[in-house]
């Protein structure tokens, strides 16, 4: 099972405010990950820390929309 795997926690959440903090939560901690991947990465594959930037700056995203949908509903 994939969520096995995963570096984040899934739980069923109660409430829509829980779900949301929950999925924020999940965002950041697939942030710490990509960044974790990109200082290992350096220099030495511009290739894939390129694309790897890209899938971090969109995490980001996520986690800035999850932020802003916590304030409105809270």
Known sequence: MLSKRSHAEYTEG??????VKDDLVAERVA???????????????PTTRTM?????????EHANDMLELLQDLQ
């Open 14 to 19: 109660k409430s829509l405010v829980e779900m």
């Open 31 to 45: 942030i710490e990950s990509y960044q974790e991947i990109v200082r290992w990465l350096g220099n030495d594959d």
């Open 52 to 60: 790897i930037e890209t899938i971090l700056a969109t995490e980001e």
